[in-house]
Nanobody, 124 residues
């Protein structure tokens, strides 16, 4: 059975930083792109960042470019999201997901395995 578990969320003041981690088990994702999405109350699930199977291609939503950094460690079957200069509008539940393709995609429907989410709250 596949499990993806996010950690590292919490409450932080605006301008602060958090590092999210996502550890997968049950199968290897070394051949799959990985992504981070977020969903705020009453809003749709939005793409945040994606990384190709080998870490060579990175994609970011315009709203987080220059502030967030996605990375992965295939030996640990894990993906990370370093979030700096956080803003109140970054408040959401953050989900990691594996893509069916080796290449990152912003479409959540192109992802098949999802974590349960971790809450990030940024206070002003």
């Amino acid at each position: 059975q596949v499990h993806m578990v996010e950690s590292g969320g919490g409450l932080v003041q605006a301008g602060g930083s958090l590092r999210l981690s996502c550890a997968a088990s049950g199968r290897t994702f070394r051949n799959n792109a990985m992504g981070w999405f977020r969903q705020a109350p009453g809003k749709e699930r939005d793409f945040v960042a994606g990384v190709s199977w080998n870490g060579g291609i990175l994609q970011y939503a315009d709203s987080v470019k220059g502030r967030f950094t996605i990375s992965r460690d295939n030996a640990k079957n894990s993906v990370y999201l370093q979030m700096d200069s956080l803003k109140p509008e970054d408040t959401a539940v953050y989900y990691c997901a594996s893509a069916r393709s080796p290449w990152p995609t912003q479409n959540y429907q192109d992802h098949d395995y999802w974590g349960q989410g971790t809450q990030v709250t940024v206070s002003s």
